[in-house]
């Protein structure tokens, strides 16, 4: 399995950018999604994460601004970015919790996309 994130970028506060993760590879299902971030000299922190349910969590300082969305179909989770501001700064990273196909089982497993580069200017 494999995730590929894209979408970052250089945006002005104020302005919008949509992320995207692709899953690929043999999967079953993809159980659950989220979105973390990294800013520099900070600790990678839980930014959003929805259920296969639809349920979403949101760190309260990107609620109101940030969506998550998931599409199973299509084995893609996004994070639409509204309002951003300056410390949304950060490597944002794809984490997602997959049941894959191996020789004989099935195995349940996180995987975290690449990092892409969120730098919003003020």
């Known amino acids: 399995v494999q995730l590929q994130a894209s979408g970052g970028g250089l945006v002005q506060a104020g302005g919008s950018l949509r992320l995207s993760c692709l899953a690929s590879?043999?999967?079953?299902?993809?159980?659950?999604m989220a979105w973390y971030r990294q800013a520099p000299g900070k600790e990678r922190e839980l930014v959003a994460a929805i259920t296969r349910a639809g349920s979403t969590n949101y760190a309260v300082s990107v609620k109101g601004r940030f969506t998550i969305s998931g599409d199973n179909a299509k084995n893609t989770v996004y994070l639409q970015m509204n309002s951003l501001k300056p410390e949304d700064t950060a490597v944002y990273y794809c984490?997602?919790?997959?049941?894959?196909?191996?020789?004989?089982?099935?195995?349940?497993?996180?995987?975290w996309g690449q990092g892409t580069q969120v730098t919003v200017s003020s």
């Open positions: 590879g043999s999967i079953f299902s993809i159980d659950a």
């Open positions: 984490n997602l919790e997959i049941t894959s196909y191996e020789r004989t089982h099935l195995l349940t497993d996180a995987y």
